[in-house]
């Protein structure tokens, strides 16, 4: 199994900056495409930015120039940059990725993991 840790979630004001992390763990072989996705109140959980392993990027429309999202594939952790927060930013937000672990002396599975979830509030 592997399992997603976030962290660096808080309350901020309009206009101030956050950084989100997430660690991966487990008997990880290899990780595809980690990201981030928020859930707001009352809303659906949106795509916020993702990376791929050779580190292509790709942001929702809403984010852009505003969040930056950045990996280390060594210590197998995606991290979000947030800049000049909003108020409609507020959400719970999520960390995923896909890839492969080790599941046994021979075998490899395919997982794709989901963080608890990090609250971020800005206030305006």
């Known amino acids: 199994q592997v399992q997603l840790v976030e962290s660096g979630g808080g309350l901020v004001q309009a206009g101030g900056s956050l950084r989100l992390s997430c660690a991966a763990s487990?008997?990880?072989?290899?990780?595809?495409?980690m990201g981030w996705y928020r859930r707001a109140p009352g809303k659906q959980r949106e795509l916020v930015a993702t990376?791929?392993?050779?580190?292509?990027?790709d942001y929702a429309d809403s984010v852009k120039g505003r969040f930056t999202i950045s990996r280390d594939n060594v210590k197998n952790t995606v991290h979000l940059q947030m800049n000049s927060l909003k108020p409609e930013d507020t959400a719970v937000y999520y960390c995923?990725?896909?890839?492969?672990?080790?599941?046994?002396?021979?075998?490899?599975?395919?997982?794709?993991?989901w963080g608890q979830g990090t609250q971020v509030t800005v206030s305006s």
């Open positions: 995923n990725a896909d890839g492969a672990y080790r599941s046994g002396y021979y075998e490899r599975t395919l997982f794709a993991s």
């Open positions: 487990g008997s990880i072989i290899s990780i595809n495409t």
């Open positions: 990376i791929t392993s050779s580190s292509s990027t």
